[in-house]
């Protein structure tokens, strides 16, 4: 039986075996390898996905539990004209080296932002608290995603 | 790893459900947010045959707060107990416990069901039902029935659930507005299961003594218990120093500790009486 659901405001239709993650569908199957798969059992945030809103664990998430749902990948926070100020963030502040974690930082961060865009260090740290970055250190990860907050703060 | 080949089924209706778990045998399994389920069968610790999901049935998803207490739906995420409003008074202690629960995008699909089924001997919602003399409700082929929270937790991992036998809510019994409350946890990284936690309360009589003390701990043991003879100590007493620290010192001879690779039983006995001592300085002040 397929599952339905959106990726980056496109729909889908897959047909998968039962047991296919969310991670390993949207990878194999919808071709989408900017989701990294880490450890494959929650503890890095790698695979970091926002579904209806929430930032979710891809590799914690069967494909059928999908259906209906929005997701958004790292791929669908991007565009091809320029670098989003979340992007441009990061980079500027040095938050990657090898860039294996980086669409989950991206992800959780655009999530936390959306919705708590006058977060403080301590949110942003208790936040990415579930992210293992093995190359930076954290700190220019947690500068970056700070820098960002202005861009999603809602006109007053 | 990849997860070992299954079936998969959503039914609409708690009584699909349970009849799927029936028509299984112990091969089918009930998965809620699937955090710690996942894991699981990643690591091929477990192997249904069938996984039953449980998120439609739309009465598992409700907290109700009335003079009774406070009902949380089996399938209430942990994130839906951060952004309660009422609960902060409702049900303080929970939802400082809750605070310690696991991370960001875990909390976003996490229930309190899945986590009091999985009876992780280190979590703090098991923790909190046993300390708070919580009530177990749920279904099976053979009907309903309510659990005591410390008839419900048996061992590590271990419950008084049948196969066929779905959670439908957790009862808090009805919290007093000036009941005096702590919770302190310690592990090593913020989110990280407790290498050894507290969570306390007691209500004082007209003369300021303690009554009605319950002091619990968690990732203590093969499961969270609470502790008698440190309770006993607070009853009937005026709370002072002197008394925080002589429940410490019983909490650290009396309490049930295991090595493992995160710490000596000795440092777990030690730590547990520190965070009883915090966590009980915290109620006093
Ligand atoms: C990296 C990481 C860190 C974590 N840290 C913590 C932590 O610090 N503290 C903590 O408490 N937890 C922690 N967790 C676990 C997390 O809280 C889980 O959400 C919780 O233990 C299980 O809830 P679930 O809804 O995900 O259940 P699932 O994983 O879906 O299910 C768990 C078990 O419960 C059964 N089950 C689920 N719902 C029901 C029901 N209604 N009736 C009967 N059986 C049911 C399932 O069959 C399964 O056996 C962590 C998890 C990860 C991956
Ligand atoms: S791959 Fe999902 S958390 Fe590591
Ligand atoms: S940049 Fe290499 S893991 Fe984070």
Redesign the pocket.
């Known amino acids: 039986m397929p599952t339905n659901f959106e990726v980056n405001g496109k729909p889908v239709s897959v047909t998968v075996e039962a047991r296919t993650t969310l991670a390993d569908c949207l990878r194999h199957h919808l071709r989408l390898t900017g989701t990294h798969v880490g450890c494959e059992?929650?503890?890095c945030g790698a695979c970091t996905v926002i579904v209806d809103g929430y930032a979710v664990?891809s590799c914690?998430m069967l494909t059928a539990q999908a259906e209906g749902t929005k997701v958004t990948t790292v791929e669908g926070l991007s565009n091809d004209e320029a670098l989003t100020p979340l992007q441009a963030s990061f980079r500027k502040h040095h938050a990657l080296q090898c860039g294996f974690c980086t669409p989950g930082m991206i992800t959780t961060a655009h999530a936390l932002l959306s919705e708590e865009p006058d977060c403080d260090a301590d949110r942003v740290r208790d936040v990415l608290s579930?992210n293992l970055c093995r190359c930076t250190g954290y700190i220019s990860i947690v500068e970056a995603v700070l820098d960002a907050r202005s861009a999603y703060k809602k006109p007053a | 790893m990849k997860l070992p080949p299954l079936e998969y089924a959503c039914p609409a209706s708690l009584s699909e459900a349970v009849a799927l778990l029936a028509a299984g045998g112990g091969d089918a399994?009930?998965?809620?947010?699937?955090?710690?389920?996942?894991?699981?069968l990643a690591f091929r610790v477990?192997a249904?045959t069938l996984?039953?999901d449980?998120r439609k049935p739309p009465e598992?998803k409700e907290i109700r707060i009335s003079a009774d207490g406070v009902r949380l739906g089996?399938?209430v995420?942990?994130r839906d107990i951060e952004d309660d409003a009422r609960l902060a008074a409702a049900h303080p202690l929970l939802k400082a416990a809750v605070e310690?629960?696991?991370?960001y995008q875990?909390?976003n699909?996490?229930?309190?069901?899945?986590?009091?089924?999985?009876?992780?001997p280190?979590?703090?919602?098991?923790g909190i039902c046993v300390t708070c003399d919580a009530e177990i409700a749920?279904i099976g082929s053979a009907g309903s029935r309510v659990i005591r929270a410390d008839d419900f937790f048996v061992g590590a991992l271990t419950t008084a659930?049948e196969h066929d036998?779905?959670?439908?809510e957790i009862r808090l019994p009805a919290w007093p507005a000036n009941r005096r409350w702590g919770f302190r946890e310690f592990?090593r990284r913020r989110?990280?299961?407790?290498m050894a936690a507290a969570a306390l309360f007691y209500d004082q009589d007209a003369g300021g003594s303690a009554v009605n003390a319950h002091v619990g701990v968690i990732g203590l043991g093969d499961r969270s218990r609470r502790l008698p003879e440190v309770e006993a100590a607070l009853n009937s007493q005026v709370i002072d120093e002197a008394l925080i620290e002589r429940a410490a010192e019983i909490t650290s001879a009396t309490v049930d500790a295991q090595e493992d690779i995160h710490a000596s039983a000795a440092y777990r006995r030690s730590l547990a009486g520190t965070m009883v001592e915090r966590a009980l300085r915290s109620a006093a002040a």
Do not use: K, N
């Open positions: 059992h929650g503890v664990r914690l579930g | 399994r009930a998965i809620a947010g699937g955090q710690s389920l996942m894991p699981m477990v249904p996984l039953v449980l598992l089996a399938m995420r942990w310690h629960v696991a991370h875990i909390r699909r996490g229930t309190v069901g899945g986590s009091i089924a999985h009876a992780d280190a979590a703090e919602m098991p749920v659930l036998e779905i959670i439908t592990s989110g990280d299961f407790a």
